[in-house]
């Protein structure tokens, strides 16, 4: 039985929606849930801050004492997964768009991706499309501005609208039949988004395969936590955390606690 907890890193509370799946895949395991509020949005960084901003969370995190890493951010996963890797001594899972399903099963040829700007410009997106997508065409959207709403909890704000009809109106003139969620913190308005892009689109995102991927990993390591009650999620943020608190309080139904610290 190992009982040291996963830790889930993102720049804010979008990462909660991989938390969500983790947990509903992995309810025994113990989670250490970091979200660097202070340093938010990354879409808007440099790589250089970016890959600072993240080894610096790592840093904490492994001082939980941490088995697996689940980097719950794309942008992160982009320009700072290999620069974590190279200094951490625990597997590290990274986030990244779920071009590859959206590209096998489209009947159309064509696909969208949302992200944040970082993630639409970085070589790793780019990547993506070019190992996975040939002969598919890709709209690749990035959604300044989207990310925020998401981190007030307003889901079903008249601004939140307004975005999404904006950053939409390109996909409803299309031939796109899959449409990819870029940016963990967009799970959160699946419903919203479903509503204005219409039921023909199939919505995609990466939080189920990261859980099933975490449950593998666990087990060829031998790292899982066999224990038969559910495990406990402490939450923290180097932001205010009264704000998370409400968020996250609001984005996953259940009341939420954090501890502010700094990185």
């Given amino acids: 039985m190992d009982k040291r907890p996963i830790g889930v890193f993102d720049s804010g ?9 983790l947990r509903q895949l992995l309810p025994n395991e113990n989670y250490v849930f970091l979200a660097d509020q202070q340093h938010l949005p990354y879409g808007g960084k440099s790589e250089r801050q970016i890959i600072d901003y993240s080894r610096r ?9 941490i088995k697996l890493l689940v980097i719950a951010c794309n942008t992160v996963t ?67 501005g989207l990310e925020k709403v998401v981190e007030n909890g307003k889901l079903n704000s008249a601004n939140t609208t307004f975005l999404l009809e904006r950053y939409l109106k390109k996909v409803k003139d299309s031939d796109v039949d899959y449409l990819v ?20 689109i199939k919505i995609l995102d990466s939080g189920a395969a990261i859980a099933r991927r975490a449950k593998a ?35 996953l139904q259940t009341k939420v606690s954090s501890k502010k610290i700094k990185i």
Avoid: W
Wanted: hydrophobic share 35%.
């Fill in 78 to 144: 982009c320009y700072a997964k290999d620069a974590l890797r190279e200094k951490c001594p625990f597997p590290i899972i990274g986030t990244v768009p779920a071009l590859k399903p959206a590209a096998e099963q489209t009947r159309s040829d064509s696909i969208a991706v949302l992200s944040t700007r970082a993630t639409a410009r970085s070589k790793e997106l780019k990547g993506l499309m070019r190992n996975f997508c040939q002969g598919v065409k890709v709209l690749n959207i990035g959604c300044p």
């Fill in 181 to 200: 969620l870029g940016c963990t913190h967009y799970p959160f308005l699946k419903d919203a988004i479903r509503e204005i892009a219409g039921p023909s």
């Fill in 217 to 251: 990993l666990l087990k060829l390591n031998r790292f899982k936590n066999t224990q038969e009650k559910r495990g406990k999620i402490s939450y923290f943020t180097t932001g205010d955390r009264n704000k998370f608190n409400i968020a996250a309080s609001r984005l």
């Fill in 13 to 21: 509370v979008g990462g909660l929606s991989i938390l969500r799946e």
């Fill in 57 to 65: 969370a790592t840093t904490y995190l492994a001082r939980q004492n």
